[in-house]
């Protein structure tokens, strides 16, 4: 309790203060024509729920090696269904499962393998969290991008399969570079860490009472975790829009 009040004091005050910020966020999305205003409210009040649930459980999730890799499946699964649903509303969304897994699964992997990361709920739960949620931020944006990309440039798709391309490589050709612009948040916090952010795997450690070097370097790994899981997601996302499997449907070059 006393580290988390060096940060924040958790108070009743604090509730008020999220609730007035929620609001404005809700009123700003939504008068400056966002079209975001009930996402927005909806994301506020669904993060309060959840955050409520997973106070309510998370000491008995975390005492077991079996309940722990459990909550980890259901991250996953979340994970997967929001990436895949931003992508498409077609039948094909649950292959965001792909690209997400692609990411995470050999990291999780080879920590535990090592023994960097012990089979305890309170370390896998929160480093499976993060790269589940750095894998899900790069799978949508990935995926939506591409697409957009490809349909708004149908007719340069057109033009490549006329030239001999075959379909996935005039798919690729078009949609790679805007794509890889999903990359962008994970290396500007890569770039400016320290300088511009302090990560809350920093900040949690050195509330917790490690040194410096020892947060530092912790948050380092997550950092460089994050950029080879997102890439592999980028990768693996274009690798799925390119054989035409992601695409709700055919629209020119990209069903």
């Given amino acids: 309790m006393a580290a988390a009040n060096q940060l924040l004091p958790v108070t009743p005050l604090l509730g008020v203060v999220c609730a007035v910020l929620l609001a404005g966020a809700v ?3 939504g008068r400056g024509r966002l079209g975001h205003g009930r996402a927005v409210l909806r994301a506020g009040l669904r993060a309060v729920v959840q955050l409520g649930a997973v106070a309510l459980v998370i000491t008995w999730v975390v005492g077991s090696a079996w309940t722990s890799a ?8 979340v994970a997967v269904r929001t990436a895949g649903r931003r992508i498409t509303a077609g039948p094909g969304w649950p292959r965001a499962a792909v690209p997400i897994c ?3 699964l050999p990291v999780l992997a080879l920590l535990l393998a090592t023994g960097l990361l012990p089979l305890r709920g309170l370390a896998l739960i929160p480093v ?3 790269l589940i949620g750095g894998a899900l931020s790069a799978t949508s944006l990935a995926g939506r991008r591409a697409l957009d990309e490809l349909r708004t440039r149908n007719g340069e798709v057109e033009a490549a399969l006329a030239l001999g ?3 996935r490589d005039a798919r690729l ?8 612009t999903s990359l962008v948040p994970a290396l500007d916090q890569t770039r400016t860490v320290g300088l511009v952010t302090l990560p809350g795997a920093f900040v949690g450690m050195l509330l917790g009472g490690a040194t410096p070097v020892q947060a530092g ?7 460089v975790a994050l950029l080879l899981v997102e890439s592999v997601a980028v990768v693996v996302v274009l690798e ?16």
Avoid at 240 to 255: E, S, T, W
């Fill in 240 to 255: 799925l829009v390119g054989r035409g499997l992601l695409a709700p449907d055919p629209v020119g070059g990209v069903g």
């Fill in 70 to 77: 459990a909550f980890v499946l259901l991250m996953l699964t």
């Fill in 128 to 130: 499976a969290g993060i």
């Fill in 102 to 104: 692609a990411g995470v």
């Fill in 217 to 223: 370097a912790v948050q380092l790994f997550v950092l």
């Fill in 165 to 167: 391309f075959e379909p």
């Fill in 173 to 180: 050709e078009i949609c790679r570079t805007a794509a890889a």
């Fill in 27 to 29: 009123a700003v999305a």
